[in-house]
T-cell receptor, first 113, second 115 residues
Framework: AQSVTQLGSHVSVSEGALVLLRCNYSSSVPPYLFWYVQYPNQGLQLLLKYTSAATLVKGINGFEAEFKKSETSFHLTKPSAHMSDAAEYFCAVRPTNAGKSTFGDGTTLTVKP | DAGVTQSPTHLIKTRGQQVTLRCSPKSGHDTVSWYQQALGQGPQFIFQYYEEEERQRGNFPDRFSGHQFPNYSSELNVNALLLGDSALYLC??????????????FGPGTRLTVL
């Protein structure tokens, strides 16, 4: 069984500030991990994924995430927030031996001018 | 290359009715998964289809059923609609890789409102 916990349902940062969105997971088998972004009234767009290669994963739009097995974490970061980053962000875990993804409840990112 | 497409975009039904949602996968993908996203929550896995068969199923009642066609497109059917079925229904496609799949790509979703 697997689960995802996203700490903080709402995060607010100023434009240009560091973005840190937290994700902790549990999985009974080695996992794949994903971050998705969702803009209002749209589907999910893949930001980045960890598939057991490098532990530091770089994604689109300047985002990156680090897989830390000892902490069961996969936190998402971006050095400098842009207004266009305001959206809902979802962390997801999928076992390497199955196709079902389990999502967290999401974190709403607000970027203040 | 078209991505994952879903139809219709929006749908309004009344309690007790039945609904069919449709999904066309991304070119080259053979696996389709369906998710339900209630307002303010993350997507919940309904089921996954591969080779026209249901391969995995989440914790959803039998009122939720699906089908996959030879061209890999898929339908989600929900019978005896309840108010609680109101949600965004997301389709995701991927390529099968043994017992697992490659990265899932999501469609824009169908917004279902049950009155």
């Amino acid at each position: 069984a697997q689960s995802v916990t996203q700490l903080g349902s709402h995060v607010s940062v100023s434009e240009g500030a560091l973005v840190l969105l937290r994700c902790n997971y549990s999985s009974s088998v080695p996992p794949y991990l994903f971050w998705y972004v969702q803009y209002p009234n749209q589907g999910l767009q893949l930001l980045l994924k960890y598939t057991s290669a490098a532990t530091l994963v770089k994604g689109i739009n300047g985002f990156e995430a680090e897989f830390k097995k000892s902490e069961t974490s996969f936190h998402l970061t971006k050095p400098s927030a842009h207004m266009s980053d305001a959206a809902e962000y979802f962390c997801a875990v999928r076992p390497t031996n199955a196709g079902k993804s389990t999502f967290g409840d999401g974190t709403t990112l607000t970027v203040k001018p | 290359d078209a991505g994952v497409t879903q139809s219709p975009t929006h749908l309004i039904k009344t309690r007790g009715q039945q609904v069919t949602l449709r999904c066309s996968p991304k070119s080259g993908h053979d696996t389709v998964s369906w998710y339900q996203q209630a307002l303010g929550q993350g997507p919940q896995f309904i089921f996954q289809y591969y080779e026209e068969e249901e391969r995995q199923r989440g914790n959803f009642p039998d009122r939720f059923s699906g089908h996959q066609f030879p061209n890999y497109s898929s339908e989600l059917n929900v019978n005896a609609l309840l108010l609680g079925d109101s949600a965004l229904y997301l389709c995701a496609s991927s390529r099968a890789t043994g017992v697992s799949t490659d990265t899932q790509y999501f469609g824009p979703g169908t917004r279902l409102t049950v009155l």
